[in-house]
């Protein structure tokens, strides 16, 4: 290689390792995950892709035999034509890096799990704007497979996914992926906190019997975003706060009335009464008992 391209390839490896990746990241620990590329973001998108194609060449020319590197390059070079907007090269690149990374490491390893993430973000950009079945059933396949690796970041792309059954009207197809998000919660909740799952699927029974799909879509959403925090306070305690507010809405005031003090149990249990999960569980039990006609044991509850 003469300095030119020794050159190019060396600012080409800088961008290898940023890989703008952080464009498919669907959450914030997805986002987490891949901020170790540390992405150089001071050059022009043109000049990256550029520069990725060169470093493409470099590899396929120079160093042929070693597979890893060369995913490497793809999926850095598919990311840059992702966030050009040209899906289908894009989708080729990624295709071609994930099968090199599961021949290399294993189908289900985590290594795999951004050229998974890529892949799959790549399919719900193309499904939003012109939906075919053939390559839906594929993005299904794929988070199936991210499934095993990352539930937050299949959780949240199975939530868009539903979304555009539901455009499609096919409401049908959009309950399934809703369940599908549900029991990836309920292995995610710690051991004492799975109740949770159950009185979310019981929520989305009732939104589906009525036919409020936008209502469980909105809710699916919500547990995507927040339902797979680390913390526990977030994903437990507020879910059940905000549970417990949806039953009411029912007019189920005693199931209500559970939740609330669930929520303040688990607030209880992993946080202080500092703690916005802790005041709200308060608030929100506090008024169902008030709503019974047990102001007493409301006020008692007000004093913790």
Known sequence: MN????????????????????????????????KQFNPIWNLERDTNEDLLRHALALQERHDPQDPEKLAEVRLALATSLKCANKLSAARELAELALE???????????????????LSSIYLNNSSNHFNEKE??????LLHRLAKIDREQTASMRVQLAQIYLTQKQPRKAEKLW????ALLHKDLPYDCKDLAK?????????IRDQHYD?????????????????VLISAANGFVVLSQQQESFGNDQKAERLAKRALETSEKYGDKKTCSYTSAIKQYAALLRKQGKEEQAKEIEKQ
């Not at 391209?5 to 987490?32: D, E, H, K, R």
Request: hydrophobic fraction near 45%; charge should be positive.
């Open 3 to 34: 300095q030119k391209m020794l050159a190019i390839a060396a600012v080409s490896y800088g961008l290898i390792s940023s890989a703008n990746l952080q464009a498919n990241a669907q959450t914030p620990q997805a986002a987490q995950d891949v």
């Open 215 to 231: 209502d469980a879509q909105a809710l699916a959403r919500g547990m995507a975003q927040y339902g797979f925090d680390r913390d």
């Open 136 to 141: 839906v059933a594929q993005l299904e396949k």
């Open 100 to 118: 090199a990374q599961e021949k290399l490491f294993g189908k289900g390893s985590k290594k795999t799990k951004l050229a998974l993430m890529l």
């Open 179 to 182: 369940f599908q998000s549900i």
């Open 199 to 207: 009185a979310c699927k019981q929520i989305f029974c009732t939104f």
